[in-house]
């Protein structure tokens, strides 16, 4: 049975919570599924990584010890979003540049 990829990304300004709710859902993704069936994909920096291909795996042993810790360990960009679908002055495809990196 192949691994189940499950991708977690925080965007926006940081708020409190973050952390326990990325802690809370690789938590639970781990008791439901198995550590060994499921990959956590963390997207760094919010739509600003998912556009420039900064995901990884994560390491199960990430998720312990964040909870009283401030931010997000993924940490978060602002990308305006309401534009993501124009081209800019950037030339870059956004929208095709995310399709791009979830399919990786």
Request: charged share 25%; net charge positive.
């Given at each position: 049975?192949?691994?189940?990829?499950?991708?977690i990304?925080?965007s926006?300004?940081?708020?409190?919570?973050?952390?326990?709710?990325?802690?809370?859902v690789?938590?639970?993704?781990?008791?439901?599924?198995?550590?060994?069936?499921?990959?956590?994909?963390?997207?760094q920096?919010?739509?600003?990584?998912?556009?420039?291909?900064?995901?990884?795996?994560?390491?199960?042993?990430?998720?312990?010890?964040?909870?009283?810790?401030?931010?997000?360990?993924?940490?978060?960009k602002?990308?305006?979003?309401?534009?993501?679908?124009?081209?800019?002055?950037?030339?870059?495809?956004?929208?095709?540049?995310?399709?791009?990196?979830?399919?990786?």
């Open positions: 049975m192949a691994k189940r990829r499950i991708g990304l925080t926006g300004g940081d708020c409190p919570g973050l952390n326990a709710t990325i802690r809370g690789a938590k639970a993704v781990y008791e439901r599924m198995g550590v060994e069936n499921v990959e956590i994909i963390g997207v920096n919010g739509y600003y990584g998912l556009i420039n291909n900064m995901a990884r795996e994560m390491d199960p042993s990430e998720f312990s010890g964040i909870l009283t810790r401030g931010g997000t360990i993924l940490g978060t602002r990308q305006p979003f309401k534009m993501i679908s124009n081209i800019g002055e950037d030339n870059v495809d956004k929208v095709k540049q995310m399709k791009d990196t979830y399919k990786k």
